[in-house]
Nanobody, 122 residues
Framework: QVQLVESGGGLVQAGGSLRISCAASGRTSSGYAMGWFRQAPGKEREFVAAISWSGGTIYYADSVKGRFTISRDNAKNTVFLQMNSLKPEDTAVYYC???????????????WGQGTQVTVSS
């Protein structure tokens, strides 16, 4: 069992930056792939970024490529999402996800955090 807790969300102006974090606890000794997803009001949850246990494989959604950077610190069981050049359409609840099986871009991760709100004002 793995517990995930996101932090760092907030309100930022368009063009600004924000870094959100996800701290994992519990059975974290296994090699978990980690992902970030987001869900805006009235929309389905969508993939944002994902990173393998080693950090050697990373995927991004086209909508965030070049603006967002995912990274992880396995010693601290934490994954980060650095978000630059934020746009109002990035406004959403951002969810952290983890899975021991494989790196995925779909919402089939076994463990999910409670989410953190990111609001980008125009």
């Amino acid at each position: 069992q793995v517990q995930l807790v996101e932090s760092g969300g907030g309100l930022v102006q368009a063009g600004g930056s924000l870094r959100i974090s996800c701290a994992a606890s519990g059975r974290t000794s296994s090699g978990y792939a980690m992902g970030w997803f987001r869900q805006a009001p009235g929309k389905e949850r969508e993939f944002v970024a994902a990173i393998s246990w080693s950090g050697g494989t990373i995927y991004y959604a086209d909508s965030v490529k070049g603006r967002f950077t995912i990274s992880r610190d396995n010693a601290k069981n934490t994954v980060f999402l650095q978000m630059n050049s934020l746009k109002p359409e990035d406004t959403a609840v951002y969810y952290c996800a983890a899975d021991p099986r494989r790196l995925m871009t779909g919402p089939l991760y076994g463990y999910w955090g409670q989410g953190t709100q990111v609001t980008v004002s125009s």
